[in-house]
């Protein structure tokens, strides 16, 4: 015999869109500095799933994957003037 599950899984699922939203935020201006390969990249696709998902933080979503590009572009900017991929200070 099976128990019936209880528990509170719908309170999660309601926040997930949320959190994807400034999840993306925090990785595209993290990445600003550091990692910039690979938290440019998670920015982008969290900030869609958020969008996707319909997140109400729409704008922290355009801004996490506005970010992620941002992430991408000193990326290939910081390669072009030095042909490395690391920072030189």
Request: no cysteine; charged share 10%.
């Amino acid at each position: 015999m099976s128990r019936p599950v209880t528990g509170t899984t719908r309170t999660a699922s309601r926040r997930d869109p949320y959190a994807l939203a400034a999840a993306s935020f925090v990785l595209g201006l993290v990445g600003l500095l550091v990692f910039n390969l690979f938290l440019g990249p998670t920015a982008v696709v969290l900030g869609l799933l958020a969008l996707h998902r319909g997140t109400t933080h729409r704008h922290r979503a355009y801004l996490g994957i506005l970010l992620g590009a941002a992430d991408l572009v000193v990326l290939a900017l910081v390669t072009a003037a030095d042909n490395t991929v690391s920072w030189h200070f």
